[in-house]
């Protein structure tokens, strides 16, 4: 990495405001970095070049004359999930090849208006349905750690790019953990928002009442400012809640005095790997350190999280992805007859994963069965957002590992989908539960593999997990690693 692109996206707003460097001068920097790495990590769906350039020296004609948007001139991706105007959306998968949307994503637009520049699309699991990118239609992304690992998913492009130093911030989204699972895996910061903070509207939908697009940076501070320019009410997303935003930014800084720290005890458990466990549990102790009470809590049905997400987002995934016919847009194979054509283009445009899953959910929700599982699913779905409510009766913050091991070998879980489900057990509560969730590196394991630690606030404070977040890392230096990649 240069040294621009080793720099926090809030140090280098400080240089752009300063005049020390520009836009143009930046990107290019970004630009340089891909070119150089993106071989080996494809991080990357679409690069759009041409066009960070010239937004980045527009960028750099509007800071000249008094322009200061809170995120002019600074390069990121955006991951191929969320809507971008006249650039192609695929969703890493076939059937959305050639599709160009008329319009941004509410979260893309709101980055743009702030003063982004657009690297590219990220790649992705298809349709954001997996946890290593090993998914993607588009071939795999590798982590920058090790690139002979995966780096998570569904959001793995963003988070390798991000640690790569190929962009100074990228977005994601969560559903099950996509943004959480991936920033643990290539030691990154990860931001899942509340349910309803960040508007959904022009993101490609996979579980609907679970999807939440988030940011992805190399520090929690990073990760409130994108956050601060994402966030809010949009009208045009009937999820999307009127909460005031507080100054995330402003709302960084001071120890943890008084601050109640939850360790669920079923977070913790059998066959999770070793150095995980003590690595989170140091970091606890570090918390402690800063002035926060530790406090054991019991969170009893966290064990069902993993069959009711299998249940309730394959079940929204089997209604969300019935448009997908070749007839409107994106790639169609042209067999004459109506229903030929819709078998040919689904059979052919879909890949194996998210086969699975629209026949898991369109099994949960056919007639005879919808009450025995997606009915039933939902009622234990209450149990588990209880389970927080209570929790949040007695603690601010809980904290608990991210992931239960580091990164894993390319084909490890690809025959067992169990067991690449059970890579999400820590990160499906909080999103079952609309409450948000953070990842900050914590560790790294005897393989030099990054390892995360999960915060998970009350439902709309993400005040209060950003300045705990912000608090261990003023305390400790693993987010200050950075990956060695070879050229």
Known sequence: MSE?????????????????????????????????????????????AERALADAARADQQRAAGDERPLLGIPLAIKDVLSTQGIETTCGSRILSGYVPVFSATAVQRLEDAGMVLLGKTNMDEF??????????????????????????????????VAAGMASGAIGTDTGGSIRQPAALCGVVGLKPSYGRVSRYGLVAFGSSLDCPGPLTRTVEDAARLLGVMAGHDPLDATSMTTPVPDYVAG????????????????FIDGMQAEVETSVRAAIEQLRALGAEIVEIDMPHTDYS????????????????????????????????????????RGEGFGAEVKRRIMLGTYALSAGYYDAYYGKAQQVRTLIKGDFELAFERVDVIAAPTTPK?????????????????????????????????????????????????????????????????????????????????L
């Open 4 to 48: 621009l692109t080793r720099m926090t996206l809030s140090a280098l707003l400080e240089r752009l405001r300063a005049r020390d460097i520009s836009s143009v001068e930046l990107t290019r920097a970004y630009l340089d970095a891909i070119q150089a790495h993106e071989p080996s990590i494809h991080a990357f769906i679409t690069l759009t």
């Open 128 to 161: 954001a349905m997996g946890s290593s990118t090993e998914n993607s239609a588009r071939g795999v992304t590798r982590n920058p750690w090790n690139t002979e690992r995966v780096p998570g998913g569904s959001s793995g492009g963003s988070a390798a790019a």
């Open 252 to 267: 960084l800084g001071g120890d943890l005095n008084g601050l109640r720290v939850g360790v669920p005890r079923q977070y």
């Open 306 to 345: 993993l069959p009711v997400y299998y249940i309730i987002a394959p079940a929204e995934a089997s209604a969300n992805l019935a448009r997908y016919d070749g007839i409107r847009f994106g790639a169609r194979v042209d067999k004459g007859g109506m229903w030929e054509t819709y078998k040919a283009t």
């Open 406 to 486: 580091t990164a894993f070998k390319f084909g490890d879980n690809t025959g067992d989908p169990l067991q690449m489900y059970l890579e999400d057990v820590f990160t499906l509560p909080a999103s079952l539960a609309g409450v948000p969730g953070l990842s900050v590196p914590c560790g790294f394991d005897s393989a030099g593999l990054p390892i995360g630690m999960q915060l998970i606030a009350p439902a709309f404070r993400e005040d209060v997990l950003l300045r705990t977040g912000h608090a261990y890392q003023q305390a400790t230096e693993w987010h200050t690693r950075s990956a060695e990649l070879k």
